[in-house]
């Protein structure tokens, strides 16, 4: 069964730590992309990678660090510069090529503050 | 960059009665408008989109209407369900002027929460 996975649900960040948001798919997809979106508000775009090896910052990234080592595998680390980290955290992932191509959401995780 | 504004922020109506969001989005080269359904705590699921070579799209009781000249689309829903209840987020965005910049940017409006009343 083919799909986005991000783990952990729940997440609590202590005062000055680093935390990392696992995204996975299996559906053979080229770009991935991470948004955040707060209470009562729209999804807004934290990083995006088109392709393996290579990804870009979004409107709100800083504060944020992510990685592209496999096609499959696309983490977010909010690190301690990330001032209000609380949020619910959304990857998903769309195919690459030809026209635009509709984006697919994991189930999302909830970071909060201890 | 490009901006979308989403109308109305709260939505209510009767069971059986129609709903209607719309959008305006400020970039003329935006050529794609996915329209999402967000059920509490749950993941975006997209439920139609629409592209800019088209001015109407419909699948059973949802449609979807784009008028570029005025950069507004909306999203039609007849004989409302309960379970149309959530919240409901436009997005647009434009393709890459190079084949290989394939990686799209949505920009998302602010989102509707649409209740429906038995």
């Known amino acids: 069964d083919g799909g986005i996975t991000q783990s952990p649900k729940y997440l609590f960040r202590k005062e000055g730590q680093n935390v990392t948001l696992s995204c996975e798919q299996n559906?053979?997809?080229?770009?991935m992309y991470w948004y955040r979106q707060d209470p009562g508000q729209g999804l807004r775009l934290i990083y995006y990678?088109?392709?393996?090896?290579?990804?870009q910052k979004g409107d709100i990234a800083e504060g944020y660090s992510v990685s592209r080592e496999k096609k499959e595998s696309f983490p977010l680390t909010v690190t301690s510069a990330q001032k209000n980290p609380t949020a619910f955290y959304l990857c998903?992932?769309?195919?690459?090529?030809?026209?635009?191509?509709?984006?697919?959401f994991g189930d999302g995780t909830r970071l909060s503050i201890l | 960059g490009e901006n979308v504004e989403q109308h109305p922020s709260t939505l209510s109506v009767q069971e059986g009665d129609s709903a209607v969001i719309k959008c305006t989005y400020s970039d003329s080269a935006s050529n794609y408008f996915p329209w999402y359904k967000q059920e509490l705590g749950k993941r975006p699921q997209l439920i139609i989109d629409?592209?800019?070579?088209?001015g109407e799209k419909k699948d059973q009781r949802i449609a979807v209407t784009l008028n570029k000249t005025a950069k507004h689309f909306s999203l039609h829903i007849t004989e409302t369900q309960p379970e149309d209840s959530a919240v409901y987020f436009c997005?647009?965005?434009?393709?890459?002027?190079?084949?290989?910049?394939?990686?799209?940017?949505?920009?998302f409006g602010q989102g509707t929460r649409l209740t429906i009343n038995p």
């Open positions: 559906l053979n997809h080229d770009a």
């Open positions: 990678s088109q392709i393996v090896n290579d990804f």
């Open positions: 629409i592209r800019s070579n088209v």
């Open positions: 997005a647009a965005s434009k393709r890459r002027a190079l084949i290989f910049q394939g990686a799209q940017k949505l920009v």
């Open positions: 998903a992932s769309s195919i690459r090529e030809g026209s635009n191509q509709p984006q697919h």
